[in-house]
């Protein structure tokens, strides 16, 4: 299952500024003439993280137990407070997105329509666009949620990905009707052994 990780929470400012004061130049009208920027100014801000507690500091998980929604309503704050000020013209709260799979926890990839029908990206027939790439468990929930019957007889063709993971690099490929994988060091082993499987190699 896909799963949605939030965090890097910012509140996007575009400012417009119409006097020196409004960036915070003031005190040099003796030393200094302005001229206009001749576009807007887009700045971040960071909300103070919930760890901080001023006299003390802790992780976000042990001072909040809703994380992703205490950071969404405290950029709130501060994008309605910001929204009062002369000087700003737009005001944005955003974040960043990451998602995972909950099986094995790596980054979520899916099949494009493109890669679902070339043999060499798709791991089997049964492959469609959306199925995800990372796990056998997430492939199995995904066909599962769609009744693929994979009991019907599957053809030999063997279909071979190398991705690269925190540990090295990961060859997948599906033998006599089983998904099967491998992890090597480095690149160069993995596209060997990727060739090697391509050429009937690995029994049983």
């Known amino acids: 299952m896909k799963q949605t990780h939030r965090d890097e929470w910012r509140v996007l400012v575009t400012l417009k500024p119409r006097r020196p004061a409004d960036l915070g130049l003031t005190g040099l009208d003796d030393l200094a003439e302005f001229v206009a920027v001749p576009g807007p100014i887009t700045v971040a801000v960071l909300p103070r993280r919930l760890g901080n507690l001023g006299f003390a500091s802790t992780s976000d998980s042990l001072a909040s137990r809703d994380v992703e929604g205490d950071y969404r309503r405290r950029c709130d704050e501060l994008a309605d407070e910001l929204r ?121």
């Open 84 to 204: 009062q000020r002369p000087q700003v013209d737009e005001v944005t709260v955003t974040c960043t997105e990451t998602h995972t799979c909950s099986h094995c926890g790596l980054r979520w990839e899916e099949l494009t329509a493109s890669e679902a029908a070339d043999p060499r990206s798709r791991l089997d027939e049964h492959s469609v666009e959306g199925e995800p790439v990372c796990c056998d468990e997430a492939i199995a929930e995904f066909r599962a949620e769609r009744g693929v019957d994979e009991t019907k007889a599957v053809g030999p063709a063997t279909a071979i990905r190398t991705e690269q993971i925190d540990s090295g690099f990961r060859v997948r490929w599906r033998q006599d009707g089983r998904r099967r994988s491998k992890t090597l060091t480095t690149r160069r082993d993995a596209h060997l052994f990727a060739r090697y499987v391509a050429e009937g190699g690995v029994s049983a």
